[in-house]
């Protein structure tokens, strides 16, 4: 669903009737927000996520994220930004494995400045 809402607003700032400079900047500080906010929680909660609904429900969308970043290592954040099954599971995943915060916002950071210009 974000993907989708992005490419409307993204159609809207083309065409004039949001501010596209505006529009951008708002995306990408939604996009670091929002990982910062699942990389904390699954930093606080680690293995507990496990069992914390909708993981609980759904166990094998946390494996696909931590073989993800199993594989890339903390570059994971980055390149996950763009791979739309593991997109929101890799922060929660990154926090889990407690990857160091600094490493995971610079990431966290440059992969939204591209993401969010790309998706609209």
Not at 20 to 28: E, F, G, R, V
Not at 43 to 70: S, T, V
Request: without cysteine; charged residues 10%; hydrophobic residues 50%.
């Amino acid at each position: 669903p974000g993907s989708v809402m992005m490419t409307a607003i993204g159609t809207l700032a083309g065409s004039g009737i949001l501010p596209l400079h505006h529009t951008i900047l708002w995306a990408i500080l939604g996009a670091i927000l929002g990982d910062n906010v699942s990389y904390w929680i699954g930093y606080h909660f680690h293995d507990q996520i496990r069992d914390m609904w909708p993981l609980n429900k759904y166990p094998q969308i946390l494996q696909k994220g931590e073989a993800f970043f199993e594989n890339h290592g903390g570059k994971s954040v980055f390149l996950g930004r763009f791979v739309g099954p593991v997109r929101p599971i890799i922060p929660v995943v990154a926090g889990m494995m407690n990857m160091k915060p600094s490493r995971f916002m610079v990431a966290n950071v440059l992969s939204a400045i591209g993401w969010a210009p790309a998706y609209m």
